[in-house]
């Protein structure tokens, strides 16, 4: 909406003009003030009241006037400064200004007697009935409030690793669940301001007559004490109106804003759907209104009138609402034949999760955060891993449970297909290595196979000692979701997601982008030279050098599996970084000759490029070496890579992928100069 220069100038010195506004009011306590201006104020302090009213009324959220507690303290400090105020000009001149006569005279018409009582009543219920109430509400909704937020929290975490919410969907809605709970903590504090000004006014009130009536009587000798008590009384008592009126209209503000929790609209609308929305009740209602109009005794106008005006209500709403539905009946009708003739009905249907897990029920605690589960939580860690890791970002992962899968089992699904399954003992832990005997389940390691065995809770200090690896439930999942996801990385990633890492990467260097896209390389080229690079868990993070690399080397050739040999000798530092021991050394093993030249002569020409056509029984026995020569050198217990020529390594990879995909690959050329090689054995052709 525009605002006009005034307005801008205003909120924009909000602040200042606030900060003087409370300091005003503190001030309005010490000066005496004219009764022109203290009318002034009061007119001010009943509009300021309506206004926060009429707010309340019309808000839809209790969030929605989250300032209404500071206000409401703002407010009452304010009212309690135009007591002050009055009842200085009341005890000093017996006269207040012309707001508080008139209220005195016109409101209770000039009896002091009824005037108090109508002031004590007004009190009473503010007090008792609108504070009271509204102070237990806030108080009940804080506290329900606060026990909720856990289970909000899982709600919105669920959300999210479902794919339902963004990032920053997630964060403000969490963001809200804080501000409500702060929200109504502040609000059950702010209601005792109301509670304690009511107390007050009685007081105040009291105080005023009493005070009156003694400087009236033996300061300013204004006559007998029935008229001193009827002046001062009718000054006080129009004080207390004029006090209490705005008083009243902010406490029934707060019992609104309150009790306002679970609805959708305004009060208005609220009211006019919820309360007349079913004809059949008014109908009832009007009836019963009509027979007791005829019942002898009873007043009939008043009764037939409302009843009468009543069953018209019902029947014009009954009307409407017949109306109403034959229109949705056809509407829905015709919605339904639209979507039957859409050839994109079935859309839907046809949608694939990228990522599942799947649970059997026993599992299900591992994902209910009211029972200690934590999975949603650690799921989203390893999102963030492998995007550290990686350079990927993993979409959202769906959890769901399977009732035809065993109690224990899960399942990890790739586009709907299962590609990894496990087990898990919920209470037990699972240990690996160590020495000495241990009772437990014998099993294996889900992420990496290695023989492992569940154990009892009441063991596992006995295992640690013994020097077992000890590992919890949520753990040994967590660890395999995160194995299933660097492993199937290349998969996992899609052209879209290619896209958009690429346009992430263009808002800082377009010109990068612009060189190789589509001058030299397509998206699905540079999606395939990615994936590769995933295959053996190469990091693509670093893109600009990547793509750099793909801008030198695309206008020779167009090649993706050497654009991709390209770009490891590029990433070279990036890859050794992955294979270095702590000091600075890569271990590796290396071919013998006779190999290298098998399989360069077994290299074909065909349309798609160059292929390995080598003997199905050499290629056993090259693999069954590289094998043996993996187990023997295992126990250096370090991290070994295989060292081939530059032309041999990517059909060398192929060879063994399937056989051998943990074993690193790599070639002279993509080791710097300055990284110390160890090679530690020489891979044979096993002759048995």
Known sequence: MPTSFIQRNIIKHMDIVMAVGIISIVIIMIIPLHPNILDLLIVFNIMCSLIVLLVAIYNKKPLDFSVFPSLLLVMTLYRLALNISSTRLILLYAN???????????????????????????????????????????????????????????????????????????????????????FYGAMDGASKFVKGDAIASIIITFINIMGGMVIGLFVKNMGGIFLVAQKYTLLTVGD????????????????????????????????????????????????????????????AIPFVFLGSALGLLAYNLNKANKLADEKNNETTENQEVKEIKKPDSVYSLLQVDPIELELGYGLIPLVDNSQGGDLL???????????????IVIPPIRIRDNMQLPPNNYVLKLRGIPVDKGEIMLNQYMVMGGEGELQGIPTKEPAFGLPAMWISSSLR?????????????????ATHITEFLKNNAAEIMSRQDVKSLLDNLKKDYPAVIDEVIPNLLSLGEIHKVLANLLKERIPIKDLVLIMESLGDWAPLTKDVELLTEYVRQKLSRQIIQLYKDEKGKITCLTLEPNIEKIVSESLQQGDQGSYLAINPATAQSIIKGLGNMIEKKGFLGKQLVLLVSPAMRIYFRKLTERALPGIPIISYNEIPTNVEIEAVGMVKIDAS
């Open 240 to 299: 207390g109106l004029v006090s209490q009126i705005p008083a009243l209209l902010l406490s029934t503000a707060t019992g609104i804003i309150v009790t306002r929790a679970a609805s959708e609209n305004s009060l208005g609308e609220d009211l006019i759907k919820q309360l007349f929305s079913q004809s059949k009740v008014l109908a009832i209602a009007a009836s019963v209104l009509v027979i007791l109009g005829l019942v002898p005794g009873l007043p």
């Open 461 to 477: 200090e006995q295992a640690e000692m013994s020097g077992y690896t000890v590992v919890d439930p949520p753990s040994v999942l």
């Open 96 to 182: 207040a200004g012309d707001v508080i006569s008139q209220f005195g005279q016109f409101v209770v018409g000039g009896d002091a007697f009824v005037g108090l009582i109508i002031f004590l009543i007004l009190v009473i219920i503010q007090f008792i009935v609108i504070t009271k109430g509204a102070e237990r509400v806030a108080e009940v909704a804080a506290r329900f409030t606060l026990d909720a937020m856990p289970g909000k929290q899982m709600s919105i975490d669920a959300d999210l690793n479902a794919g339902l919410l963004t990032d920053i969907e997630a964060r403000e809605r969490r963001l809200n669940i804080q501000r409500e709970a702060d």
């Open 377 to 391: 939580e650690r799921v989203l860690m390893i999102r963030r891993q492998c995007a550290m890791e990686l350079g």
